[in-house]
Structures are given as C-alpha cells and as structure tokens.
C-alpha cells in the first residue's frame, strides 16, 4: 500500500472505538492468562512505560513499521522483538513524550517529523511489572534510522502488506527467563517471531487499520 493511501486512512483511527482485551486475547501466551487471572494487577507497585508504532514510507513509497530487535541481556525481555520505547522518566511531561524520546533514543527519529495519530490500549506485562501505553504515529520521511548500539541489536523494517498478511499469524515455540520451551500465538516479520505483549499491541493495530481501510 503506498504511503499516501495509509495515511489518508490511517487518520481515521481516531473515530474507530478501541478494542483492547478482545484484541489483546488473540495473541496473549495461555500462561500468561492464566497469570493474569492468578495475580491480579497491584496499580500501587507497578511501573510505567510508552512506546512508539512508527509507520513511514520507504524509498518506493510504500509503507513500512519499524520494530527493534532488543540486545541479548540478562532481564526478561533478552534478544526480543518489540517497539522502540521505554520507561517513563521523571523529567517526561507526558506518556507521548516518553515514547517519542525513546524513539529518538533508539532509532535517531527526531520527536518533530513524528506526528502521533493516535493512543491505543494499555496493558501490563507481568514479567516486567510494566502497564506499557502504545502511540500510533507516523513520519513523512524515510528515516535513516540509527541505532541505539547499548540498547537494539537490530532494526525490524516490516512492510505493512507483510503484517497484514495472515499467513504470517503462526504459533511459535519460545525460550525465555521465564517460560520454558512454551507454544505461543505470534507474528512471524522479517524472519523473527514477534510474540507476547507486542503481538498483543499488533493484534489491536491490525484490526484498527483494518477497520480504517
């Protein structure tokens, strides 16, 4: 889909109502819904993070996301795929500008070619005790992403008809801190399995442009 075509549809998120746990539930690991069922959400110890769906357009003018590929590391989210993002800071004035600076920490997008279209659902992640708050932006231009070499090992860009594409909606075996040799809905992109909270954000994202086109 050339970028223009998106962009004049993705600017219709906003009226579109969100779906949150009835799209989060298609992609979230039975272990982890059991979890969250077992252990409910303590809100007065949790910690807070933002990240950032970032669409823009490649050299031919189609439309492309950007994922990063986390450094291998010893925390729980070690050598996996997600957004560029991260914790909020006390010097942050806002969710959205969390994400945008980590954004620009990671990936070298400068907060003013990014316009925010939209905040999707929230949702926390156990593991980490993060509520994690996902903005959907994009950029006019095609980033030259430069990469945060303490932080992301790799820098994930996906073409939106890939994402889109149902066939790369797989069940996937994974190895972690934490779960062991566990069977986990996910997103195959670029040859990386994308599972766990971001396929849960995924999962919202697809079905709002879907619902936009």
């Known amino acids: 889909m050339t970028f223009s075509i998106f962009k004049d549809s993705i600017s219709k998120v906003n009226k579109i109502e969100l779906l949150g746990w009835e799209a989060h539930v298609k992609m979230i690991p039975d272990f982890r819904e059991k979890e969250l069922k077992r252990y409910p959400v303590k809100k007065e110890s949790h910690r807070e993070a933002a990240v950032l769906i970032l669409f823009y357009p490649d050299q031919n003018n189609q439309t492309n996301l950007v994922l990063i590929l986390r450094k291998t590391y010893k925390g729980v989210h070690s050598a996996q795929v997600g957004f560029p993002g991260g914790q909020v800071e006390p010097h942050d004035s806002s969710l959205q500008e969390t994400a945008l600076r980590e ?3 990671e990936l070298g997008v400068s907060p003013k ?5 939209s905040r999707l659902s929230h949702l926390y992640i156990p593991p980490s005790n993060f509520w994690v708050y ?3 932006g994009i950029t006019n231009k095609t980033p030259q992403f430069v990469k945060q070499e303490t932080e992301v090992e790799d820098v994930i ?3 939106l008809s890939d994402f889109l594409n149902e066939d790369n909606q797989i069940n996937a ?3 972690t801190s934490y779960a062991k040799n566990k069977q986990v809905p996910a997103y195959s992109l ?3 399995i994308v599972w766990g909270a971001t396929a849960m954000m995924l999962s919202e994202l697809k079905m709002l442009i879907k619902a936009s086109l």
């Open 157 to 159: 860009e996906v073409k």
């Open 173 to 175: 075996s994974i190895h």
């Open 190 to 192: 670029n040859n990386h």
């Open 113 to 117: 070619d990014v316009e925010v279209i």
């Open 134 to 136: 996902p903005f959907l």
């Open 103 to 105: 954004t620009q920490e």
